[in-house]
């Protein structure tokens, strides 16, 4: 199976435990669809096959932010093998809205931190 490069993003954000980071997204092309990949720290992601590098981006992003990754943006560095450096603009993404939590659940944690900082 021929794979091909098409572009390369920039992808940008924090990590699940809070630490900024910045890491090229290799965008493939497979027939009439695409894949992503990212490679960050121990972890390899690809990305199910879309049917365009936007959607394929989309799922990138919602598989990061189910793992608990925020602020996450995309830029395109590389089109067709040219480097464009950072003319292009940078497509933001939205967190995920947090996970509903009962009153009760709330107001437990708020003792809980107060209980492990004291």
Same mark, same amino acid.
């Given at each position: 199976?021929?794979?091909?490069?098409?572009?390369? !993003?920039?992808?940008? @954000?924090?990590?699940?435990?809070? +630490?900024? &980071? *910045? /890491?090229?997204?290799? =965008?493939?092309?497979?027939?009439?669809?695409? /894949?992503? #990949? $990212?490679? !960050?720290?121990?972890? /390899?992601? =690809?990305?199910?096959?879309?049917?365009?590098?936007?959607?394929? $981006?989309?799922? #990138?992003?919602?598989?990061?932010?189910?793992?608990?990754? +925020?602020?996450?943006?995309?830029? =395109?560095? &590389? +089109?067709?093998?040219?480097?464009? @450096?950072?003319?292009?603009?940078?497509?933001? !993404? *939205?967190?995920?809205p947090p996970p509903h939590r009962s009153l009760c659940a709330t107001i +437990? *944690?708020? &003792?809980?931190?107060?209980?492990?900082?004291?």
């Open positions: 199976m021929g794979t091909t490069p098409q572009d390369t !993003y920039q992808l940008a @954000g924090l990590d699940p435990r809070e +630490r900024g &980071f *910045s /890491r090229p997204v290799e =965008v493939v092309h497979e027939g009439q669809q695409y /894949r992503v #990949l $990212l490679r !960050y720290e121990a972890a /390899r992601i =690809v990305t199910e096959p879309a049917t365009s590098q936007d959607a394929a $981006l989309q799922l #990138l992003i919602t598989a990061l932010h189910g793992q608990g990754y +925020r602020q996450l943006k995309t830029q =395109v560095s &590389f +089109r067709n093998g040219a480097y464009l @450096g950072s003319q292009e603009s940078w497509t933001e !993404y *939205s967190d995920p +437990r *944690s708020w &003792f809980q931190r107060d209980h492990v900082s004291a």
